[in-house]
């Protein structure tokens, strides 16, 4: 019978002791998890971060592209300010500067919208007047007070326009 007890003893040390190993590497497991996890969620802020910043930039350079093809209007514009204003010759160099103008808004790829005599659509054009006219259609635009511009399918701004009922 002490034999029995001895056995059972031992028996019920090494289940604590295994028990205790076991327990060891469950925490162990647990430490790695937790500390991949806490890496994870690291990376995934530096990613948001690094986001942001290549927006910004990505923004940032387009707008400098913008204004490095204004740049040589804005500078006929300067020339044309310091000349005589009643010589031919200003105007002439007021239209060259419209053309010019028109030239790098075509490259931008801005198209115009809301010309005398299109059909009106409200995704386009803004209706400030109305007016009866049986000489032309219905919602057809009689008068362009603002041009509209858009770029593909986005709009810039809409076109303010007179409309016939």
Do not use: W
């Amino acid at each position: 019978m002490a034999e029995k007890k001895k056995k059972a003893k031992a028996t019920e040390e090494e289940a604590a002791t295994v028990s205790v190993a076991e327990f060891e590497e469950v925490k162990a497991e647990l430490d790695k998890n937790r500390d991949l996890l806490l890496r994870t969620a690291a990376e995934f802020d530096n990613f948001k971060k690094r986001t942001e910043r290549e927006r910004a930039s990505v923004a940032e350079y387009a707008k400098a592209s913008v204004i490095k093809q204004l740049l040589p209007v804005f500078d006929n514009v300067d020339r044309a300010e310091s000349c005589d204003k009643d010589s031919a010759d200003y105007a002439k160099g007021i239209e060259l500067i419209v053309k010019q103008l028109n030239e790098v808004v075509t490259n931008l790829g801005i198209t115009e919208t809301g010309a005398v005599g299109d059909a009106f659509d409200p995704t386009v054009h803004e209706a400030v007047m109305h007016v009866e006219d049986d000489s032309v259609g219905e919602n057809v635009i009689v008068e362009v007070f603002q041009k509209g511009y858009r770029i593909g399918d986005t709009v810039i701004r809409a076109a303010m326009v007179k409309v016939a009922n």
